[in-house]
């Protein structure tokens, strides 16, 4: 079982910044891979970015450039951060964090961002 806990949504302005977290309930070295995924209204979930465990770091086309994915430096490497820079009113969304435990899927509850214009 993973746990996984979002925060840091907000309201922003466009061009403006914000940095999402998400803390596991075990390490990012005991998992496959963690990363964010949103849903936009009435759109389907899409992939923002990835990080796997011992492979690359993958990236959306529409956030290359101004979305980080990164995990946590501390012993419990257990959060994964997205820094959002350059924000536009598309990237309004929930933002889900995402881990997968072998052939797993866990999902967080979501976290709104909306970005105004």
């Known amino acids: 079982q993973v746990q996984l806990v979002e925060s840091g949504g907000g309201l922003v302005q466009a061009g403006g910044s914000l940095r999402l977290s998400c803390a596991a309930s075990?390490?990012?070295?005991?998992?496959?891979?963690m990363g964010w995924y949103r849903q936009a209204p009435g759109k389907q979930r899409e992939l923002v970015a990835v990080?796997?465990?011992?492979?690359?770091?993958?990236?959306a086309d529409s956030v290359k450039d101004r979305f980080t994915i990164s995990l946590s430096r501390d012993n419990a490497d257990n959060t994964v951060y997205l820094q959002m820079n350059s924000l536009k009113p598309e990237d309004t969304a929930v933002y889900y964090c995402?881990?997968?435990?072998?052939?797993?899927?866990?999902w967080g509850k979501g976290t709104l961002v909306t970005v105004s214009s």
């Open positions: 995402n881990a997968w435990l072998f052939d797993i899927n866990y």
């Open positions: 990080i796997t465990r011992g492979g690359p770091i993958n990236y």
């Open positions: 075990r390490s990012f070295l005991t998992l496959t891979a």
